[in-house]
Nanobody
Framework: VQLQASGGGLVQAGGSLRLSCTAS????????MSWFRQAPGEEREFVAG????????EVSDSVKGRFTISRDSTKKTVYLQMNSLRPEDTAVYYC?????????????????WGQGTQVTVSA
Protein backbone atom coordinates (compact mmCIF):
# COMPACT_ATOMS: atom_id res chain seq x y z
CA VAL A 1 0.00 0.00 0.00
CA GLN A 2 1.32 3.41 -0.96
CA LEU A 3 -0.05 6.67 0.40
CA GLN A 4 0.60 10.08 -1.13
CA ALA A 5 -0.35 13.11 0.94
CA SER A 6 -0.66 16.65 -0.37
CA GLY A 7 -2.32 19.99 0.29
CA GLY A 8 -0.34 21.48 3.14
CA GLY A 9 0.84 25.06 3.21
CA LEU A 10 0.95 28.35 5.07
CA VAL A 11 -2.32 29.95 6.13
CA GLN A 12 -3.40 32.67 8.53
CA ALA A 13 -5.34 31.85 11.67
CA GLY A 14 -9.01 31.41 10.86
CA GLY A 15 -8.25 30.16 7.37
CA SER A 16 -8.84 26.80 5.74
CA LEU A 17 -6.87 24.07 4.01
CA ARG A 18 -7.80 20.73 2.51
CA LEU A 19 -5.38 17.84 2.70
CA SER A 20 -5.58 14.89 0.33
CA CYS A 21 -4.24 11.38 0.66
CA THR A 22 -4.34 9.15 -2.40
CA ALA A 23 -3.89 5.43 -1.87
CA SER A 24 -2.81 2.64 -4.16
CA UNK A 25 -1.90 -1.00 -4.00
CA UNK A 26 -4.48 -2.37 -1.56
CA UNK A 27 -8.03 -3.58 -1.11
CA UNK A 28 -9.33 -0.50 0.59
CA UNK A 29 -12.72 -1.84 1.58
CA UNK A 30 -10.86 -3.56 4.42
CA UNK A 31 -9.06 -0.47 5.67
CA UNK A 32 -9.31 2.34 8.14
CA MET A 33 -7.55 5.48 6.98
CA SER A 34 -6.60 8.27 9.33
CA TRP A 35 -4.78 11.53 9.64
CA PHE A 36 -2.20 12.14 12.33
CA ARG A 37 -0.10 15.19 13.04
CA GLN A 38 3.19 15.82 14.73
CA ALA A 39 4.49 19.14 15.95
CA PRO A 40 8.19 19.65 16.79
CA GLY A 41 9.05 17.98 20.07
CA GLU A 42 5.63 16.36 20.35
CA GLU A 43 4.33 12.86 19.87
CA ARG A 44 2.35 11.94 16.79
CA GLU A 45 -1.29 12.73 17.51
CA PHE A 46 -4.46 11.22 16.03
CA VAL A 47 -6.60 13.79 14.23
CA ALA A 48 -9.35 11.93 12.39
CA GLY A 49 -10.11 8.54 10.89
CA UNK A 50 -12.59 6.98 8.47
CA UNK A 51 -13.61 3.43 7.74
CA UNK A 52 -13.36 2.86 4.02
CA UNK A 53 -16.37 0.53 4.07
CA UNK A 54 -19.38 2.43 5.34
CA UNK A 55 -17.62 5.74 5.82
CA UNK A 56 -18.05 6.09 9.58
CA UNK A 57 -15.67 8.61 11.09
CA GLU A 58 -13.93 9.53 14.30
CA VAL A 59 -12.49 12.94 15.06
CA SER A 60 -10.33 13.99 17.98
CA ASP A 61 -11.77 16.42 20.48
CA SER A 62 -9.05 18.97 19.70
CA VAL A 63 -10.37 19.47 16.15
CA LYS A 64 -14.01 18.47 16.46
CA GLY A 65 -16.29 20.98 14.80
CA ARG A 66 -13.42 22.41 12.74
CA PHE A 67 -11.99 19.46 10.80
CA THR A 68 -13.89 16.97 8.66
CA ILE A 69 -12.61 13.72 7.17
CA SER A 70 -14.16 12.24 4.05
CA ARG A 71 -13.32 9.85 1.24
CA ASP A 72 -13.86 9.49 -2.48
CA SER A 73 -13.90 5.78 -3.25
CA THR A 74 -13.59 6.23 -7.00
CA LYS A 75 -10.40 8.25 -6.54
CA LYS A 76 -9.11 6.18 -3.59
CA THR A 77 -8.57 9.47 -1.83
CA VAL A 78 -9.18 10.60 1.73
CA TYR A 79 -9.58 14.28 2.50
CA LEU A 80 -9.11 16.33 5.64
CA GLN A 81 -10.97 19.62 5.42
CA MET A 82 -9.54 21.96 8.02
CA ASN A 83 -11.46 25.11 8.86
CA SER A 84 -10.96 27.79 11.51
CA LEU A 85 -7.29 26.92 11.72
CA ARG A 86 -5.33 27.96 14.78
CA PRO A 87 -1.58 28.39 15.33
CA GLU A 88 -1.63 25.28 17.52
CA ASP A 89 -2.71 23.25 14.47
CA THR A 90 0.77 23.82 13.02
CA ALA A 91 2.38 20.42 12.44
CA VAL A 92 3.39 17.89 9.84
CA TYR A 93 0.27 15.98 8.89
CA TYR A 94 0.49 12.32 7.95
CA CYS A 95 -2.05 9.98 6.46
CA UNK A 96 -2.01 6.38 7.57
CA UNK A 97 -3.82 3.13 6.83
CA UNK A 98 -4.51 -0.06 8.73
CA UNK A 99 -6.41 -3.21 7.91
CA UNK A 100 -9.54 -4.11 9.80
CA UNK A 101 -12.62 -2.20 10.88
CA UNK A 102 -11.57 -1.27 14.38
CA UNK A 103 -10.82 2.43 14.62
CA UNK A 104 -7.34 3.16 15.88
CA UNK A 105 -6.16 6.35 17.52
CA UNK A 106 -2.68 5.10 18.31
CA UNK A 107 -0.03 5.49 15.64
CA UNK A 108 1.51 2.12 16.50
CA UNK A 109 -1.42 0.15 15.07
CA UNK A 110 -1.08 1.66 11.60
CA UNK A 111 0.82 -0.30 8.99
CA UNK A 112 1.21 2.22 6.19
CA TRP A 113 2.18 5.87 6.22
CA GLY A 114 2.35 8.69 3.73
CA GLN A 115 5.28 11.07 3.58
CA GLY A 116 3.74 13.94 5.56
CA THR A 117 2.72 17.43 4.52
CA GLN A 118 3.54 20.60 6.46
CA VAL A 119 0.72 22.80 7.72
CA THR A 120 1.73 26.15 9.20
CA VAL A 121 -0.82 28.50 10.70
CA SER A 122 0.33 32.03 11.43
CA ALA A 123 -1.21 34.14 14.17
Amino acid sequence: VQLQASGGGLVQAGGSLRLSCTASGGIFSRYVMSWFRQAPGEEREFVAGIRWSGGSTEVSDSVKGRFTISRDSTKKTVYLQMNSLRPEDTAVYYCAAKEGVAAGTSAVVYDYWGQGTQVTVSA
